[in-house]
């Protein structure tokens, strides 16, 4: 139970110093957070996220397409399958 203890301060104490270096301790003029500012604001990155929404929305359409695909005839047909492991073979 000390051991738990002192293994929960210790990760404490790790993070907290991981903290205190990425937003108070300057790599050159900035410091780490303040670089990952600057890099996420730029156009670039902007384009990005927006490249990175419209997939996003595309892959959701294309699952949601084949799980409504794949039920719409699981549920028509139930009663005719049969119950098992065979019933989940693939068409």
């Known amino acids: 139970m ?7 301060i210790v ?4 993070v907290l110093l991981a903290a205190v270096t990425f937003f ?4 050159g003029r900035k410091t780490l ?3 990952l500012e600057a890099v996420f604001s730029t156009p670039e990155a902007a384009e990005m996220g927006r490249e990175i ?3 996003s929305q595309s892959v959701e359409h294309v699952v949601r397409s084949e ?3 794949q039920l719409r005839p699981a549920a ?3 009663a005719l399958r049969p119950t098992g492991s065979a019933s989940l073979a693939p068409r």
Do not use: C, I, M, W
Request: glycine fraction near 8%; charge should be neutral.
């Open 2 to 8: 000390l051991g738990d203890l002192a293994k929960r």
């Open 11 to 14: 990760n404490l104490v790790v």
């Open 76 to 78: 028509s047909s139930s």
């Open 67 to 69: 799980v409504e695909g």
């Open 24 to 27: 108070l301790v300057p790599f």
């Open 33 to 35: 957070f303040q670089h």
């Open 53 to 55: 929404a419209n997939t």
